[in-house]
Protein backbone atom coordinates (compact mmCIF):
# COMPACT_ATOMS: atom_id res chain seq x y z
CA UNK A 1 0.00 0.00 0.00
CA UNK A 2 1.20 3.48 -1.21
CA UNK A 3 2.47 6.01 2.01
CA UNK A 4 3.00 9.28 0.49
CA UNK A 5 5.26 9.75 -1.70
CA UNK A 6 7.62 7.58 -0.35
CA UNK A 7 8.24 4.67 -2.56
CA UNK A 8 6.92 1.88 -0.87
CA UNK A 9 9.85 -1.35 -1.63
CA UNK A 10 8.01 -4.02 -0.18
CA UNK A 11 5.22 -4.73 -3.09
CA UNK A 12 2.41 -7.42 -1.72
CA UNK A 13 1.45 -9.39 -4.83
CA UNK A 14 -1.63 -11.08 -2.57
CA UNK A 15 -2.86 -7.96 -0.71
CA UNK A 16 -2.97 -7.82 2.81
CA UNK A 17 -6.36 -6.73 3.04
CA UNK A 18 -6.87 -10.03 1.13
CA UNK A 19 -5.16 -12.08 3.46
CA UNK A 20 -6.68 -10.21 6.37
CA UNK A 21 -9.83 -11.72 5.69
CA UNK A 22 -8.07 -15.53 6.15
CA UNK A 23 -6.45 -14.30 9.76
CA UNK A 24 -7.12 -15.84 12.90
CA UNK A 25 -7.99 -12.11 13.70
CA UNK A 26 -10.57 -11.44 11.15
CA UNK A 27 -13.77 -9.60 12.82
CA UNK A 28 -12.26 -9.16 15.71
CA UNK A 29 -12.32 -5.42 16.93
CA UNK A 30 -9.64 -3.21 17.65
CA UNK A 31 -7.04 -5.07 15.94
CA UNK A 32 -4.40 -2.97 14.06
CA UNK A 33 -3.76 -3.67 10.19
CA UNK A 34 0.39 -4.51 10.96
CA UNK A 35 -0.31 -6.89 13.96
CA UNK A 36 -2.94 -9.50 11.96
CA UNK A 37 -1.63 -13.22 11.76
CA UNK A 38 -2.30 -15.76 9.33
CA UNK A 39 -0.93 -19.50 9.66
CA UNK A 40 1.05 -20.84 7.04
CA UNK A 41 1.87 -23.98 5.47
CA UNK A 42 4.65 -25.15 3.17
CA UNK A 43 3.24 -27.89 0.88
CA UNK A 44 7.51 -29.23 0.11
CA UNK A 45 7.10 -30.33 3.73
CA UNK A 46 4.83 -33.40 3.86
CA UNK A 47 3.82 -33.62 7.55
CA UNK A 48 2.20 -30.24 7.10
CA UNK A 49 3.66 -27.99 10.39
CA UNK A 50 2.54 -24.64 10.21
CA UNK A 51 3.43 -21.48 11.51
CA UNK A 52 1.99 -18.27 12.73
CA UNK A 53 3.16 -15.41 10.71
CA UNK A 54 2.41 -11.41 10.40
CA UNK A 55 0.42 -11.50 7.16
CA UNK A 56 2.69 -7.95 6.52
CA UNK A 57 5.46 -10.41 5.88
CA UNK A 58 4.55 -12.55 3.66
CA UNK A 59 3.72 -12.42 -0.15
CA UNK A 60 5.67 -9.34 -1.33
CA UNK A 61 8.51 -8.66 -3.56
CA UNK A 62 11.34 -5.36 -3.48
CA UNK A 63 10.19 -3.36 -6.32
CA UNK A 64 7.89 -5.63 -8.08
CA UNK A 65 6.14 -3.79 -10.20
CA UNK A 66 8.46 -0.83 -10.43
CA UNK A 67 9.47 0.28 -14.03
CA UNK A 68 13.09 1.97 -14.46
CA UNK A 69 14.78 4.43 -16.97
CA UNK A 70 18.41 3.29 -18.95
CA UNK A 71 20.23 4.71 -15.76
CA UNK A 72 18.15 2.61 -13.33
CA UNK A 73 16.58 4.84 -11.62
CA UNK A 74 12.75 4.22 -11.39
CA UNK A 75 10.02 6.00 -13.33
CA UNK A 76 6.71 6.92 -11.87
CA UNK A 77 7.62 5.75 -8.96
CA UNK A 78 4.38 3.65 -6.55
CA UNK A 79 2.18 3.90 -9.50
CA UNK A 80 1.24 1.07 -9.79
CA UNK A 81 0.98 0.67 -6.15
CA UNK A 82 -1.88 3.49 -5.91
CA UNK A 83 -3.38 1.45 -9.04
CA UNK A 84 -3.18 -1.69 -6.92
CA UNK A 85 -4.92 0.20 -3.84
CA UNK A 86 -7.61 1.24 -6.06
CA UNK A 87 -8.57 -2.10 -6.60
CA UNK A 88 -7.85 -3.50 -2.71
CA UNK A 89 -10.05 -0.39 -1.60
CA UNK A 90 -12.97 -1.81 -3.57
CA UNK A 91 -12.60 -5.21 -3.06
CA UNK A 92 -12.81 -4.25 0.82
CA UNK A 93 -16.00 -2.52 0.05
CA UNK A 94 -17.84 -5.44 -2.38
CA UNK A 95 -16.46 -8.40 0.39
CA UNK A 96 -18.46 -6.29 3.09
CA UNK A 97 -21.41 -6.26 0.69
CA UNK A 98 -21.36 -9.64 -0.10
CA UNK A 99 -21.04 -10.11 3.70
CA UNK A 100 -23.65 -8.54 4.69
CA UNK A 101 -26.24 -10.28 2.45
CA UNK A 102 -24.46 -13.74 2.61
CA UNK A 103 -25.69 -14.88 5.72
CA UNK A 104 -29.28 -14.28 5.26
CA UNK A 105 -30.97 -17.54 4.88
CA UNK A 106 -33.63 -16.42 2.74
CA UNK A 107 -30.87 -15.25 0.22
CA UNK A 108 -30.45 -18.79 -0.37
CA UNK A 109 -33.34 -19.00 -2.43
CA UNK A 110 -32.35 -15.99 -4.55
CA UNK A 111 -32.60 -16.56 -8.74
CA UNK A 112 -29.89 -13.14 -8.56
CA UNK A 113 -27.84 -12.97 -5.80
CA UNK A 114 -24.84 -10.63 -7.66
CA UNK A 115 -25.98 -7.45 -9.21
CA UNK A 116 -24.36 -7.02 -12.45
CA UNK A 117 -21.78 -4.55 -11.01
CA UNK A 118 -20.68 -7.07 -8.48
CA UNK A 119 -19.74 -9.55 -11.23
CA UNK A 120 -17.87 -7.64 -13.48
CA UNK A 121 -15.95 -6.16 -10.44
CA UNK A 122 -15.23 -9.59 -8.89
CA UNK A 123 -14.26 -10.81 -12.85
CA UNK A 124 -12.05 -7.94 -13.16
CA UNK A 125 -10.60 -8.58 -9.90
CA UNK A 126 -9.71 -12.47 -10.81
CA UNK A 127 -7.43 -11.28 -13.46
CA UNK A 128 -6.16 -8.41 -11.66
CA UNK A 129 -4.79 -10.89 -9.24
CA UNK A 130 -3.39 -13.51 -11.36
CA UNK A 131 -1.33 -10.91 -13.76
CA UNK A 132 0.02 -9.47 -10.57
CA UNK A 133 1.77 -12.56 -9.28
CA UNK A 134 5.30 -12.36 -9.53
CA UNK A 135 5.32 -15.67 -11.98
CA UNK A 136 3.33 -14.42 -14.51
CA UNK A 137 5.19 -11.14 -14.67
CA UNK A 138 8.66 -13.72 -14.82
CA UNK A 139 6.43 -15.37 -17.84
CA UNK A 140 6.04 -12.27 -19.28
CA UNK A 141 9.80 -11.29 -19.51
CA UNK A 142 10.63 -14.31 -20.60
CA UNK A 143 8.11 -14.74 -23.46
CA UNK A 144 9.85 -10.95 -23.99
CA UNK A 145 13.34 -11.94 -24.04
CA UNK A 146 12.68 -14.71 -27.04
CA UNK A 147 10.74 -11.66 -29.01
CA UNK A 148 12.13 -9.14 -28.54
CA UNK A 149 15.69 -9.64 -27.82
CA UNK A 150 17.58 -8.18 -30.99
CA UNK A 151 15.71 -4.90 -30.13
CA UNK A 152 15.30 -4.17 -26.69
CA UNK A 153 18.00 -4.45 -23.72
CA UNK A 154 17.14 -6.22 -20.23
CA UNK A 155 15.52 -3.09 -18.25
CA UNK A 156 13.14 -2.57 -21.36
CA UNK A 157 11.88 -5.72 -21.39
CA UNK A 158 11.19 -5.75 -17.57
CA UNK A 159 9.39 -2.55 -17.81
CA UNK A 160 7.19 -4.03 -21.47
CA UNK A 161 6.29 -7.33 -19.96
CA UNK A 162 4.85 -5.03 -16.61
CA UNK A 163 2.90 -2.93 -19.12
CA UNK A 164 1.48 -5.58 -20.78
CA UNK A 165 0.93 -8.20 -17.90
CA UNK A 166 -0.84 -4.88 -16.03
CA UNK A 167 -1.92 -2.44 -18.42
CA UNK A 168 -2.51 0.74 -15.97
CA UNK A 169 0.01 2.82 -17.23
CA UNK A 170 -2.56 5.35 -19.91
CA UNK A 171 -5.71 5.13 -20.87
CA UNK A 172 -6.83 2.09 -22.55
CA UNK A 173 -9.11 0.98 -25.64
CA UNK A 174 -9.43 -2.56 -26.79
CA UNK A 175 -7.60 -2.56 -29.21
CA UNK A 176 -4.38 -1.63 -27.64
CA UNK A 177 -2.00 -4.60 -27.80
CA UNK A 178 -1.35 -3.93 -24.07
CA UNK A 179 -4.94 -5.00 -23.57
CA UNK A 180 -4.29 -8.41 -25.28
CA UNK A 181 -3.20 -10.25 -22.54
CA UNK A 182 -6.12 -8.63 -20.42
CA UNK A 183 -8.58 -9.51 -22.88
CA UNK A 184 -7.44 -12.97 -23.52
CA UNK A 185 -8.24 -13.86 -19.69
CA UNK A 186 -11.39 -12.01 -19.58
CA UNK A 187 -13.01 -13.19 -22.94
CA UNK A 188 -13.55 -16.80 -21.26
CA UNK A 189 -15.43 -16.03 -18.10
CA UNK A 190 -17.68 -13.28 -20.35
CA UNK A 191 -20.94 -16.23 -20.12
CA UNK A 192 -19.96 -17.71 -17.15
CA UNK A 193 -22.41 -18.02 -14.24
CA UNK A 194 -21.83 -16.87 -10.86
CA UNK A 195 -22.02 -19.03 -7.09
CA UNK A 196 -21.45 -17.63 -3.95
CA UNK A 197 -20.70 -20.23 -1.12
CA UNK A 198 -20.97 -19.34 2.41
CA UNK A 199 -19.20 -20.82 5.48
CA UNK A 200 -20.95 -20.35 8.71
CA UNK A 201 -17.87 -21.87 10.69
CA UNK A 202 -14.95 -20.02 8.87
CA UNK A 203 -12.98 -23.23 7.00
CA UNK A 204 -12.46 -21.87 3.83
CA UNK A 205 -8.54 -21.51 2.89
CA UNK A 206 -6.35 -19.86 -0.03
CA UNK A 207 -2.58 -20.15 -1.07
CA UNK A 208 -0.03 -18.15 -2.49
CA UNK A 209 -1.81 -18.52 -5.79
CA UNK A 210 -5.58 -17.95 -4.58
CA UNK A 211 -7.34 -18.19 -8.13
CA UNK A 212 -7.70 -21.83 -9.07
CA UNK A 213 -9.00 -21.93 -12.89
CA UNK A 214 -10.27 -25.42 -15.01
CA UNK A 215 -9.58 -25.42 -18.15
CA UNK A 216 -9.35 -28.34 -20.57
CA UNK A 217 -6.95 -26.31 -22.52
CA UNK A 218 -5.75 -22.60 -23.02
CA UNK A 219 -6.56 -20.29 -24.88
CA UNK A 220 -10.52 -21.18 -24.88
CA UNK A 221 -13.57 -20.26 -25.60
CA UNK A 222 -14.80 -20.91 -22.14
CA UNK A 223 -13.31 -21.95 -18.24
CA UNK A 224 -14.48 -25.02 -16.91
CA UNK A 225 -14.80 -23.65 -13.62
CA UNK A 226 -13.48 -20.81 -11.47
CA UNK A 227 -12.60 -20.93 -7.77
CA UNK A 228 -11.59 -18.15 -6.00
CA UNK A 229 -12.01 -18.06 -1.90
CA UNK A 230 -12.79 -14.01 -1.09
CA UNK A 231 -12.59 -14.92 3.05
CA UNK A 232 -12.39 -17.90 5.10
CA UNK A 233 -16.40 -17.25 5.26
CA UNK A 234 -16.99 -17.07 1.48
CA UNK A 235 -16.09 -18.62 -1.37
CA UNK A 236 -16.38 -16.86 -5.16
CA UNK A 237 -17.24 -19.85 -8.14
CA UNK A 238 -17.63 -19.40 -11.96
CA UNK A 239 -19.22 -21.98 -13.92
CA UNK A 240 -18.63 -22.47 -17.42
CA UNK A 241 -18.57 -25.69 -19.99
CA UNK A 242 -20.55 -28.63 -18.44
CA UNK A 243 -20.49 -26.99 -14.93
CA UNK A 244 -23.07 -24.01 -16.07
CA UNK A 245 -25.47 -26.47 -17.36
CA UNK A 246 -25.91 -28.28 -13.69
CA UNK A 247 -26.09 -25.50 -11.20
CA UNK A 248 -28.78 -22.16 -11.20
CA UNK A 249 -27.05 -18.97 -12.47
CA UNK A 250 -25.83 -16.25 -9.64
CA UNK A 251 -26.96 -18.00 -6.45
CA UNK A 252 -26.14 -18.44 -2.98
CA UNK A 253 -25.27 -21.23 -1.18
CA UNK A 254 -24.12 -22.88 2.41
CA UNK A 255 -20.84 -24.55 2.56
CA UNK A 256 -20.78 -27.91 2.82
CA UNK A 257 -18.11 -30.57 3.37
CA UNK A 258 -17.59 -31.66 -0.11
CA UNK A 259 -16.85 -28.39 -0.76
CA UNK A 260 -14.25 -27.37 1.11
CA UNK A 261 -13.17 -30.90 -0.11
CA UNK A 262 -13.34 -29.43 -3.43
CA UNK A 263 -11.57 -25.66 -2.46
CA UNK A 264 -8.89 -27.13 -0.25
CA UNK A 265 -7.86 -29.48 -3.23
CA UNK A 266 -8.20 -26.94 -5.81
CA UNK A 267 -6.21 -24.17 -4.17
CA UNK A 268 -3.39 -26.86 -3.21
CA UNK A 269 -3.05 -27.59 -6.74
CA UNK A 270 -2.81 -24.20 -7.79
CA UNK A 271 -0.77 -22.97 -5.29
CA UNK A 272 3.15 -22.22 -5.71
CA UNK A 273 4.27 -23.52 -2.09
CA UNK A 274 2.17 -22.25 0.36
CA UNK A 275 -1.66 -22.47 1.74
CA UNK A 276 -2.52 -19.91 4.07
CA UNK A 277 -5.81 -20.39 6.71
CA UNK A 278 -6.80 -18.92 9.89
CA UNK A 279 -6.95 -22.22 12.24
CA UNK A 280 -4.92 -24.66 12.26
CA UNK A 281 -5.28 -27.36 9.47
CA UNK A 282 -7.85 -30.19 10.63
CA UNK A 283 -6.55 -34.07 10.16
CA UNK A 284 -9.34 -33.78 7.04
CA UNK A 285 -7.45 -31.31 5.45
CA UNK A 286 -4.39 -32.50 6.47
CA UNK A 287 -5.41 -35.69 4.27
CA UNK A 288 -6.48 -33.41 1.27
CA UNK A 289 -3.54 -31.47 0.93
CA UNK A 290 -1.12 -34.30 1.34
CA UNK A 291 -3.19 -36.11 -1.46
CA UNK A 292 -2.38 -33.12 -3.75
CA UNK A 293 1.44 -33.09 -2.83
CA UNK A 294 1.80 -36.68 -3.75
CA UNK A 295 -0.30 -36.28 -6.93
CA UNK A 296 2.13 -33.43 -7.27
CA UNK A 297 5.25 -35.07 -7.16
CA UNK A 298 3.94 -38.45 -9.15
CA UNK A 299 3.68 -35.66 -12.07
Known amino acids: MPNGDKITRKQHYIPQVYL ?8 REN ?13 DDKMLPGRLVPIKSICYKIDLYEV ?38 SNYKTNCF ?45 NVARMFCLPFFKEMNEEDKEMQVFASL ?10 IGADTKSRIITSDKPVFINAKE ?31 KNFLF ?3 ESDLEEITKSL ?4 FNKIYSNHVLSKMERRYIKEIINERKSN
Open 20 to 27: RGFSKDYL
Open 31 to 43: VKNDKYQIYCYEL
Open 68 to 105: TGENGDIVMPNHLEQVFSYFEKSFSEYRRKLENKAFIS
Open 114 to 158: LTGEEKVFWATYIIVQILRIPQIIDLAERIGEEFWKDYLNDKQIK
Open 186 to 195: FEPMKNMTFG
Open 218 to 248: FPCEEYEKIIFPISSRLCLYMFGGEYKKKDR
Open 254 to 256: PIE
Open 268 to 271: SVSA
